[in-house]
DNA sequence: CGCTTCATTGATCAATCTCAACTCGCGTGG
DNA sequence: CCACGCGAGTTGAGATTGATCAATGAAGCG
């Protein structure tokens, strides 16, 4: 594992491994971005002193686990680049997804407040990520109540995710989770600048059986319902990048009841 | 809709409306009930002067909802005794439960900081909850960390309840999911002061649509696999109260995989 | 070149749903 | 007191969705 560690206050935004386009939006990443808490913060007790944050910033390949949820971690990981998966693993080797994270998003809203994570983080493409010492960070968090809210904000969404999949995996169909699923990343990565809104098109780097993961369905099955799919022109995967070519369609699919 | 407004201090135990029995264990109701958090308040600032919190007190019949996920609620409110449930509405007219709520229950921690919730909550039984001005509790859980510290164990156990469900709905079959959901909330029952622990039996007033709701199944095939327990000796329902005949070989049942 | 991973497709199977009929207990109103 | 309707649960038959199994091909890679 490539680790670089760099001990800077946070106001040297040179150091800041974000890309510019994630400073940005409504997005978890903006919201708790270490940029942002130093700036923030000084509004708020109207010191001067930048506040000291230590990060880390780590590389891993595709397929690595982030972290192990028999690990403990006194740091919080946030994605810089890449996509990864939080995921649950049972006895018989099959496995659930519970989300996929995006750049920008905290690996979980939990490990600010308990150092064991309840499930596994893989790399789906090449990760870079950032790690804070959870001490120190809930120590900024908790003078200041304005991130506070923030961050309260952060894991609201994450809760709010999770009741979301819970509907969708008790409710509905096939074709219906799947689509929502593409319909609900092509939405975040809107937010984060990474789609191209007028192609509708975006960087897809999830296998079949990632998305039968998320969904609770067999990789076969998940086959089927993206050739109907393109079948039915309503969108196209090729070369790790999807576009929906018939939103209006292909929302009234996710839509359903 | 039955209610008692107080104004009391929070010292006063006679006022609280938490059996004693809830007084007792690891579950929420003890972490966040406002009689302990006054007595913790003061050990920590050492002041001899009890905190106020405005409770107020209602009480509703079965079947009465709660909140409605479009109101806007400026209180937070907590289950003093009964069952309710979260619910999503489809448009179709099914329905997901997303958690039963039990005694002791903050209805959701996101109420803390939102207040929209995202769901409906509903009495499943008469429920008789206690409601805190969101202001004043906030006030006090950030001006005492540990008492914070109680809360976001109170918000893991909501997230992490979510994310077993999700796995539940993705990965198991229809015997394993009612299986674990009875376990599950006998042991959120005996947390609880609840469960005859000798007999495994406890007070049950689910309809099988609510199971079948909680499940993603449908009410007849939850009636066919209660009635597969029922045949195979491992449970008993009747009465509204329901007793785990042979553990062991429910548990085997429930843990599959 | 040969191995592995990923995706596709068809045939068959199993879990669960849908529909329908029926029972039981309960409350209500005539 | 009885008739009635209603909600809850049970049971069976048949339909449907998605799983399983198996064969095949294409792409990536040492």
Redesign the interface.
């Known amino acids: 594992m490539n680790v670089r560690k760099a001990a800077a206050t946070v106001r040297v935004d040179s150091q800041s491994s974000f890309p510019n386009r994630l400073c940005c939006g409504t997005c978890p990443a903006y919201e708790l971005n270490l940029c942002r808490i130093a700036s923030d913060a000084q509004s708020i007790d109207g010191r001067a002193t930048p506040l000291e944050v230590r990060q880390t910033f780590h590389t891993v390949p595709a397929r690595r686990i982030i972290c192990r949820e028999q690990d403990l971690h006194d740091s919080v990981p946030i994605i810089c680049s890449g996509w990864a998966a939080s995921v649950?693993l049972?006895?018989?080797a099959?496995?659930?997804i519970?989300s996929f994270l995006l750049p920008g998003d905290i690996v979980s809203t939990?490990l600010?407040?308990?150092p064991r994570p309840?499930?596994l983080v893989e790399a789906i493409t090449e990760v870079r990520y950032c790690t804070y010492k959870r001490t120190e960070l809930k120590g900024i968090l908790?003078n200041h109540?304005d991130l506070?809210?923030k961050l309260?904000?952060a894991?609201?969404e994450?809760?709010?995710r999770?009741?979301q999949?819970?509907?969708d995996?008790?409710?509905r169909t096939a074709d219906e989770r799947i689509a929502r699923l593409i319909l609900n990343l092509s939405e975040r990565l809107r937010i984060r600048g990474l789609l191209q809104t007028e192609l509708m098109e975006m960087e897809f780097p999830l296998r079949q059986h990632h998305i039968a993961d998320a969904?609770?369905l067999t990789p076969v099955h998940v086959s089927k319902v993206l050739s109907e799919f393109r079948r039915n022109g309503l969108i196209n995967i090729s070369e790790r990048s999807l576009k929906i070519l018939d939103l209006a369609g292909f929302q009234r699919i996710a839509n359903m009841?």
């Open positions: 649950v049972l006895s018989d099959s496995r659930q519970l939990a600010l407040f308990e309840h499930c908790f109540p506070f809210e309260s904000r894991w609201i994450e809760k709010s999770a009741d999949l819970i509907v995996l008790g409710r969904t609770g009841r």
